[in-house]
C-alpha cells in the first residue's frame, strides 16, 4: 500500500508567511494534482504553542538564526511561525483537503523542536504518523513539501529508518537554504540513506 504524505503546507511557509520559503507556494497546485492517484493521503502541520522554545522572541538578548541548546541539542532559532490556531498554522488556502484523511501534528512541546513528522528531534517521543502507517500497511511513502532541507529532510530519514520505502519528489519541495547549498545537501544526505529522490 502507497500513501502520499503532504509536509507542512502552510500559510507561515509560503510568500507572506513569518517563515516564508522561496516559492512555496509553488508546491500547492502539484500537491492537489497528486492526490488523486493515491488511496491515501496523510498531511502533517508544524503546530507550536507560542511560548515555543525554538522562537526567538522566547529568549532574551537572541535573534533570528542563533543557536542555542534546548534540551540537549542545538536549536536554531525561528521567527514565530505556524502557531496553533493563527492564521499562518492554517494549510495554504488553495490546498485541497477534502481527500486528506488524516492529520498529525508535531513541534507542540515548547521544549523541543519536531523537523521530523515521525518524531521530536530527540528521538523522545512518537507523533504517531509511523504507527498509523504501519496499521494501514502502508510500505511505500511519497513525500513532498515544505521544506527540503528541514521537515522534508527529517521526516524521510526517520521514515527510511522505519523501515519504509521512502520516495521525496522535489518538484513537490522547497527548501529554506538558510545557508547556500543546504538543499543540494539535504538531498544528497537522503539519498546516501536510501531515500529515493524523483520527480511526479
Ligand atoms: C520547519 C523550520 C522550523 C519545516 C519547521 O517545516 O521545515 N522548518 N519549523
Ligand atoms: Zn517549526
Known amino acids: 500500500m502507497k500513501a502520499l504524505v503532504l509536509i ?3 500559510n507561515d511557509f509560503c510568500p507572506g508567511g513569518n517563515l516564508a520559503i522561496h516559492e512555496g507556494d509553488q ?8 492526490q488523486q492517484k493515491f488511496d491515501l493521503v496523510i498531511a502533517t502541520k508544524d503546530w507550536h504553542p507560542q511560548d515555543h522554545l525554538s522562537f526567538a522572541s ?8 542563533d ?4 534540551s540537549g541539542l542545538e536549536q536554531i532559532l525561528w521567527p514565530d511561525h505556524c502557531v496553533q490556531g493563527t492564521h499562518g498554522a492554517e494549510f495554504h488556502p488553495e490546498l485541497q483537503t477534502e481527500r486528506i484523511k488524516i492529520i498529525f501534528y508535531k513541534g507542540t512541546d515548547k521544549f523541543i523542536d519536531s523537523y521530523s513528522a515521525l518524531y521530536d528531534n530527540a528521538h523522545l517521543r512518537s507523533t504517531g ?3 498509523y502507517l504501519q496499521a494501514q500497511q502502508v510500505n511505500e511513502i511519497y513525500m513532498m513539501g515544505l521544506a ?3 521537515c522534508v529532510k527529517y521526516s524521510a530519514l526517520d521514515a527510511k529508518k522505519a523501515g519504509f520505502d521512502v520516495c521525496v519528489m522535489m518538484d513537490g519541495c522547497r527548501g529554506v537554504e538558510l545557508q547556500k547549498g543546504d538543499v543540494e545537501r539535504a538531498i544528497e544526505e537522503m539519498r546516501a540513506a536510501g531515500v529515493k529522490i524523483v520527480t511526479t
Open 129 to 131: 504518523l509511523g504507527e
Open 148 to 150: 527540503t532541507d528541514y
Open 58 to 65: 522566547n529568549h532574551a538578548d537572541r535573534k533570528i538564526g
Open 27 to 34: 508546491v500547492i497546485p502539484i500537491a492537489n494534482r497528486l
Open 67 to 70: 543557536v542555542v541548546m534546548l
Open 8 to 10: 507542512d503546507l502552510q
